[in-house]
């Protein structure tokens, strides 16, 4: 199973989403080896901005780039898609039929939404009162529903772990609560939140700040409740908490489906046999494979203990590029990801509550010594509206950042 090293070792990266690109620019830069990523999709879309889509303060056309504009220099882009992976023989399968040899494999395919795993969530977002900020067009319905809206019940959902930055499910509920208050509406808006614990996020200086959004705008907050069902006709959706149930009635549901790994990740024996979720089995300090030191992974397709973002993402690519150079020196892997992830709420339409934390959930601020970055500042919403969305298109796509 051991690699035999070469002068250009044959790099293959799934997934030419935030981690593939950034990973693949990064490797690339680094003249690690010949690089190659597989991915099938033509269009980019930088996930963040679909919180503001939704919310009303993005345009749909903001968030999205060709896929071909955003591949890094000097990195191979193979428009395919993975069937299958043999770790065995160094072998992908792809759905065309074809297949591609490495000698050194990184998956990076990111998360599954299983909207079917809620019966009826998938026919409640195919109505026109069904949106999210998980999905790119149903985000830019949400900007219009909300937008619109003047009175009723409105519910959001966020899932439980694991999700792609799960908590950003609250992002546009206070981005509409803002607008709503604005234009003197809110009073005739019953606002419902659905959330899988018994705090809003778990960090309790962030807690504090969420706790005082979430007043302001007099949201009726479901703690520790997941959504069982939805009746998409009659229009209820079927909450619980053990043998405790309970049916609302919307007349907008802004939902996040649950999520889990690709299904091929496990089919192809690269998961725990214990992980439910299939995540890619990487060992969560040095992201090498625990089992084939050959594959590697990181984002929201890895196994990282801690919450997943692209913020992470930073991070784990500097602690991979590391520890595959040492790989291919015949090297044991050094570099360790230390959990570091983050997640910017954006409680109005002019600030952002920023939560910085790391594996333990210990705040970890970028900036040290300025902690107070996770109370509600303007500062913070620049950064998550303005800076990063720039940042992500110039350097991080391009393994500069
Ligand atoms: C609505 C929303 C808001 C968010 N807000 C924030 C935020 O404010 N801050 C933050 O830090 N993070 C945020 N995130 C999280 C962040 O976007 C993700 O953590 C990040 O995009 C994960 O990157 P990834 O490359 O692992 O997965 P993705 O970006 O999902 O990319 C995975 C890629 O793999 C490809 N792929 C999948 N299967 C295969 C296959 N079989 N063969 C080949 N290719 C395949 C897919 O087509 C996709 O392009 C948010 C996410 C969402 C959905």
Known sequence: MSHSPTSHPRIVVIGGGNAGLSIAGRLHRARLGDITVIEPRTRHVYAPLQSHIAGGTARASQAVRPQADVIP??????????FTVDPESRRVHLVSGGQLDYD?????????????????????????????????????????????????????TQ???????????????????????SIGVLDDIRVVLVLPDPVPFGIPSIDRELHRALERYGVEVHYSREVRSVDATARTLTIGHGDAEETIAYDVLHAVPPQRAPEWIAGSGLAADDDPHGFVDVDDETLQHRRYPDVWSLGDAATVATRRSGGAIRP?????????????????????????????????RGTVVFAEFDRWGRPAPTIPFWR??????????????????????????????
């Open 104 to 156: 050194q494999l990184i998956v990076a395919a990111g998360l599954r939404l299983a909207w079917e795993s809620i019966p009826g969530l998938t026919e409640a977002m195919a109505a026109p009162e069904g949106i999210s900020n998980y999905d790119y067009a149903l985000a830019a319905r949400a900007s219009t529903v909300l937008r619109d809206l003047r009175g009723g019940t409105v519910v959001f």
């Open 316 to 348: 784990q690519a500097k602690v991979l590029t590391a520890n595959l150079r040492s790989a291919l020196r015949g090297k044991a892997p050094t570099a360790r990801y230390d959990g570091y992830s983050v997640v910017p709420f954006t409680v109005s």
């Open 372 to 401: 107070s970055l996770s109370r509600e500042r303007r500062s913070t919403w620049i950064a998550d509206r303005r800076v990063l969305p720039w940042v992500y298109w110039n350097l991080i796509l391009r393994g500069l950042a």
């Open 73 to 82: 220099p000097g990195v191979r882009w193979l428009r395919d898609e993975v």
């Open 159 to 181: 899932p439980p772990e694991p999700a792609s930055c799960g908590a950003a499910a609250q992002k546009p509920l206070y981005l509409a609560c803002d607008w709503w208050r």
